[in-house]
């Protein structure tokens, strides 16, 4: 009498089970990576938008502005004062627009959570100190914290944009 299988053995399975595994193993670094990216390219969007916002604040006042909250920006998230500025938290990210104090710096965005992974900021190429701003004409600028826990990964990141932002023009 012939018996006719039905169903897999437990060999068929466990090597199934082990492919499977292996591609997982392949792919999530791969998908954290392009998902990283995603979220810092939508980042350095809004970023670019506080730094014209900013730049039109200096136009209009003399000065710059260090409170995220007198420009007229809509993002989501939870203001938070830190280091003497307001600052807009969201899940991802922690946006601000930086006052007189610092140096060429006009919009900075850090990975949450704060000086926890890395930061990019645009600072003013003309204007600063005087001269008066041309808007969209910015220096991109970026670093990776010591305390990230995906450092390399990160650096590489924030090198990638760099090296993206300066191959832009952005007048």
């Known amino acids: ?9 437990i060999v068929e399975l466990v090597i199934a ?19 990283e990216r995603a979220r810092l390219t939508e980042a350095i969007s ?8 900013n730049t039109m604040y200096f136009i209009e ?3 710059w502005c260090n409170d995220i909250r007198e420009l007229p920006v809509q993002l989501e998230g939870e ?3 830190a280091d003497g500025a307001w600052r807009i938290q969201n899940k991802n ?21 704060y000086h926890g992974r890395y930061w990019i ?3 003013a190429a003309t204007g600063r ?17 010591p305390s990230s826990p995906h450092k390399e990964f990160d650096k590489g990141l924030v090198e990638y944009y760099q090296n993206k932002f300066k191959k832009t023009n952005w007048s």
């Open 1 to 9: 009498m012939n018996e006719t299988q039905k169903g897999f053995t």
């Open 17 to 35: 089970m082990v492919i499977v595994s292996i591609l997982s193993i392949v792919s999530i670094p791969i998908y954290q990576h392009y998902i």
């Open 46 to 53: 809004i970023l670019r938008t506080i730094a014209d916002a």
């Open 61 to 63: 006042r003399g000065q």
């Open 79 to 81: 203001i938070i004062s």
């Open 93 to 113: 990210f922690i946006y601000a627009c930086v006052g007189e104090e610092s140096d060429d710096t006009i919009a900075t965005v850090n990975r949450a959570p």
């Open 121 to 123: 900021s645009m600072r």
């Open 129 to 145: 100190y005087g001269d008066t701003p041309q808007l969209g004409n910015y220096g991109l600028f970026g670093n990776v914290y």
